[in-house]
């Protein structure tokens, strides 16, 4: 009876936190000046919190759009349902990139720390292609690129630094390499942050 108890407490203790993440306070939208910010721990349905917005573009970084929140799914959106992004997970749609990027509170130096996996569901390739991730400041700064084949699930760090203005963002794209079949992919980014 106890165990039971005890278990049924643990389930629903689980499902409040894990319903919470989307209904963090606006308040804390901004996270310290210097720190280290984390994808996956800081996720939450609320654009810019602790420095991080859930993205998509067509073609150019100077035209990305806002996705939507499903807060029945825990789920960053767009009308592509394709088209997302979770605490871990990104998948671009067959148009659209998907961007998960972080804004500097103040002018100062980022060291950026992340780790990308493809998760293809079938490995022999059949209908995949693979997928293409970068991180950039802009279209024309880019500080790191990697096409993923179609049966490659090896894990890839990609790491480096950049010198950011107030107010300006780093972005982490996903994009598809033609198709967007099977373009599921891990991807955990940790970003350190100095002041200037």
Same mark, same amino acid.
């Not at 293409?132 to 480096?160: Q, V």
């Given at each position: 009876?106890?165990?039971?108890?005890?278990i049924l407490l643990v389930a629903l203790l689980a499902v409040a936190v894990f319903s919470c993440i989307g209904c963090r306070d606006a308040s804390d939208a901004v996270g310290e000046v210097n720190g280290t910010y984390n994808s996956r721990a800081d996720y939450s349905g609320v654009q810019g919190y602790r420095n991080w917005y859930y993205l998509t573009a067509r073609?150019?970084?100077?035209?990305?759009?806002?996705?939507?929140?499903?807060?029945?799914?825990?789920?960053?959106?767009?009308?592509?349902?394709?088209?997302?992004?979770?605490?871990?997970?990104?998948?671009?749609?067959?148009?659209?990139?998907?961007?998960?990027?972080?804004?500097?509170?103040?002018?100062?130096?980022?060291?950026?720390?992340?780790?990308?996996?493809?998760? !293809?569901? +079938?490995?022999?390739?059949?209908?995949? $292609? =693979?997928?293409?991730?970068?991180? @950039?400041?802009?279209?024309?700064? /880019?500080?790191?690129?990697?096409?993923?084949? !179609?049966? +490659?699930?090896?894990?890839?760090?990609? $790491? =480096?630094?950049?010198?950011?203005? @107030?107010?300006?963002?780093?972005? /982490?794209?996903?994009?598809?390499?033609?198709?967007?079949?099977?373009?599921?992919?891990?991807?955990?980014?940790?970003?350190?942050?100095?002041? @200037?």
């Open positions: 009876m106890y165990k039971k108890v005890r073609d150019s970084l100077t035209e990305t759009e806002y996705m939507i929140w499903d807060a029945d799914m825990c789920t960053w959106r767009m009308n592509d349902v394709n088209c997302l992004i979770e605490p871990n997970i990104v998948h671009p749609g067959q148009l659209d990139q998907v961007i998960r990027a972080w804004r500097a509170p103040t002018k100062g130096t980022v060291r950026y720390h992340s780790v990308i996996q493809r998760r !293809p569901v +079938d490995r022999n390739g059949i209908g995949q $292609d =693979g997928c293409y991730a970068f991180i @950039a400041l802009s279209d024309d700064e /880019f500080l790191d690129e990697k096409l993923i084949a !179609p049966t +490659d699930i090896e894990l890839y760090d990609m $790491d =480096g630094n950049a010198k950011l203005n @107030a107010g300006q963002m780093i972005y /982490f794209v996903l994009n598809c390499n033609g198709n967007y079949t099977f373009d599921q992919t891990y991807w955990e980014i940790t970003v350190e942050f100095t002041a @200037a």
